[in-house]
């Protein structure tokens, strides 16, 4: 059989087994990253560069599809730009990485991050492979990584699994004496507060995440602005990287908080 199909830069051979597994980490980067991308739209934000990536990695998979040589050098140049200029540059990859209790966002940014390993690691391997003048079988020790990689995928999805089983403790957490609630990419950390009579509450960002609050919830994706008595004014109010004070509450009740860009972002006040 015929290995080379034509010599020079763009000469082609079948594809190896370090070769296909390039090839299928690279799609499986695109789709999780598609996914990812989906995940974020149905929370109200459309993250450009998440589909650009998505595209560029499906088009490199399709390129070492070909047979050229060197081509899965490529994939693993691209799997190597996809940690270091997208997993540990954005925010948003750290953020999911880091909050397991959110199993999907978490699930996807690890298995970006799994498959741009196997990527790298696969691409130069079949490009060393492609230009050596000896058969390019499948190392034998390639079962292994792939089984640990396989293995550590599951553990942490049963880490998430349980992380997200876990009830949230709803006692309130403060600064400075001030009560305190966290948000984060589309949520609060909490559904609920407890705060005494006359206190103020903190909200704070735990990243450059925009929010825009009002006082009012979300019902069924649905917002519903509302005015309650009592509560302090909360109209339109921009957060972008900062922690914000709303009150004094100098009336005891429930109110609502909510996220006008984030369906289903809600906060009680409870005040007593």
Not at 34 to 54: D, E, K, S, Y
Not at 128 to 137: E, F, G, L, S, T
Not at 173 to 190: D, E, L, W, Y
Not at 206 to 213: K, R
Request: aromatic share 8%; hydrophobic share 50%; charged share 5%.
């Amino acid at each position: 059989m015929q290995v080379t199909t034509y010599k020079g830069i763009w000469s082609r051979q079948p594809l190896a087994t370090l070769g296909k597994l390039t090839a299928a980490a690279l799609f499986g980067s695109a789709l999780a990253f598609a996914l990812l991308l989906l995940t974020i739209l149905l929370a109200g934000a459309f993250v450009l560069p998440l589909l650009i990536v998505a595209v560029s990695l499906l088009l490199v998979a399709g390129i070492i599809a070909t047979g050229l040589r060197w081509a899965p050098l490529l994939g693993a140049l691209l799997g190597l730009g996809t940690l270091i200029g997208g997993v540990f540059t954005q925010q948003y990859f750290v953020y999911h990485l880091t909050h397991p209790g959110e199993v999907g966002p978490f699930l996807l940014s690890l298995l970006i991050c799994v498959f741009a390993v196997v990527a790298i690691c696969a691409g130069v391997g079949a490009t060393v492979q492609n230009y050596r003048d000896k058969a390019r079988y499948a190392p034998r020790w390639l079962p292994t990584p792939i089984a640990a990689l396989g293995g550590f995928i599951l553990g942490a999805l049963l880490v998430a699994l349980l992380v997200r089983a876990t009830p949230v403790a709803s006692s309130t957490t403060s600064v400075n004496g001030v009560p305190a609630v966290h948000m984060g990419i589309s949520n609060f950390a909490q559904s609920s507060v407890t705060i005494s009579k006359g206190s103020k509450l903190m909200l704070i960002n735990d990243g450059s995440y925009p929010h825009i609050l009002s006082n009012g919830t979300w019902e069924n994706n649905t917002p519903h602005p509302a005015t309650e008595a009592g509560a302090p004014a909360v109209q339109n109010l921009q957060v972008n990287g900062k922690s914000v004070e709303i009150g004094p509450f100098n009336t005891a009740g429930t109110f609502h908080i909510y996220c006008t860009i984030h369906p289903g972002m809600n906060l009680t006040v409870i005040v007593q």
